[in-house]
Structures are given as structure tokens and as C-alpha cells.
């Protein structure tokens, strides 16, 4: 267990070895929380909560009936019910569920993720790509990762662009949901067939035929 302050919030903490980060605050998630601006109309999803910090700090700030919180770790989600209550917040909705896949709750205005670095790519463009369908439009997801250039070109082929902030030797992502459709993917409409010539009046479909040889 541990106390730290943030933004002069004291935050209390319990952990164990097994979690990411079981001692401190992590730099990254520290560097991605100092570039989202929190407001009471926020609808905030905390994605990947891990023991709870994202989460519960943002009750402290506008209020717990505004988030909501998951991870796929069972010990994750025991520790984030826990620390929700420690920290006077016990009325966050907290999910186990493998990236979206046990989430309901759509139209959220911050999406919030600090995703395992040592994993392939799949997480991430999970978390990305289903992400964008459960934002509002003007809703904002923000990524915080040691890498740069695949999200870059993920977050723009998805959302159409996306601001990046270097913090403490991590890089930011801020993306944007202007439209309902991914960014790369764009309609296409089949081209109408050309009506075939029809025989003209009086003549056999044969005889036309022959009169066009």
C-alpha cells in the first residue's frame, strides 16, 4: 500500500508485486493524466485500469457517477473495488472485460489508457479501434505508450490525425472523434451496369441481333 498526492489529491493505494507499477504512480501514467482536462460533464472510461488510478483519481475530480473502469486482470478489478472505497469513491462502475468486449456503456466523452508495452500491437488496435465506436463525437481518446510511430499511423488511419505530446521520455496521444466512420475507410458504390440495347419494335431479339452483325 501507498499514499501519494496528485494535483493535491491524497491518494491512497493498496497493491501487490504482481501489478504494473505496485509502488508509485507511474511516470506515464502521470505524463498522460498531465494532458487531459477533466470537466463534471465528462463521461470517462479508464481503460486497462490496473489497480484503479486513472479512475479514482478523475471521481476525486468530477465526480464517481462519471466513470467508469475496467481491466481483464481479475486481481486488477479486486484491487480497484478496494481502492475505490479506501478512497471515498466506491460508486465508480468497475468491469472485468478483455478490452470492450463486457462493456456496455457507449458516448464517452475521455477515453483514458496507459496499454502493456511488452505486448504485440493486438491490444493497442483493439483498444484503438473499438475505442473510436464507443466515443461521442467531439469525444477524445488519450494513449500514453514508449513508442511512437505505430500509433501515430494507427491513431491517424483510424481518427483522421492525432496530437502527440512528448512528457518525461513518454509520448502522449490525444486523438479526436469527428465522424462516425474510421478515417481509412471510405464507401464505395458499384458502378450502375449499362442497360443492355433492347430490339427494337417489330423485330425478333434474332432478327436485331442480325441487323446490328
Given amino acids: 500500500m501507498f499514499t501519494q498526492t496528485l494535483n493535491n489529491i491524497p491518494l491512497t493505494f493498496e497493491t501487490t508485486s504482481t501489478v504494473f507499477s505496485p509502488t508509485c504512480i507511474d511516470k506515464g501514467t502521470l505524463a498522460m493524466l498531465q494532458a487531459v482536462d477533466l470537466s463534471p460533464a465528462d463521461k470517462l ?16 475530480c468530477i465526480g464517481e457517477q462519471n466513470i467508469v473502469m475496467s481491466d481483464s486482470n481479475k486481481k486488477c ?8 472505497e479506501t478512497n471515498g ?3 465508480v462502475k468497475i468491469i472485468q472485460s478483455d478490452g470492450f468486449k463486457d462493456i456496455d456503456d457507449k458516448d464517452f466523452t475521455l477515453i483514458l489508457s496507459n496499454p502493456p508495452y511488452h505486448v504485440n500491437f493486438s491490444v493497442p488496435k483493439h483498444f484503438i479501434e473499438k475505442g473510436f465506436n464507443r466515443l461521442q463525437i467531439g469525444g477524445k481518446m488519450f494513449m500514453v505508450t514508449k513508442r511512437k510511430d505505430w500509433y501515430k499511423n494507427k491513431f491517424t488511419a483510424i481518427f483522421g490525425g492525432v496530437k502527440i505530446l512528448e512528457i518525461d521520455g513518454y509520448f502522449v496521444f490525444c486523438a479526436e472523434k469527428r465522424g462516425m466512420q474510421y478515417a481509412n475507410v471510405k ?8 442497360p443492355k440495347p433492347q430490339p427494337k419494335k417489330g423485330k425478333t431479339p434474332a432478327a436485331y441481333k442480325a441487323s446490328r452483325s
Fill in 45 to 60: 472510461l479508464d481503460l486497462g485500469c490496473g489497480y484503479g488510478i486513472v479512475g479514482i483519481y478523475a471521481a476525486k
Fill in 77 to 84: 478489478i479486486e484491487l480497484s473495488k478496494k481502492n475505490a
Fill in 89 to 91: 469513491v466506491s460508486g
Fill in 187 to 194: 464507401l464505395t458504390t458499384k458502378k450502375a451496369a449499362k
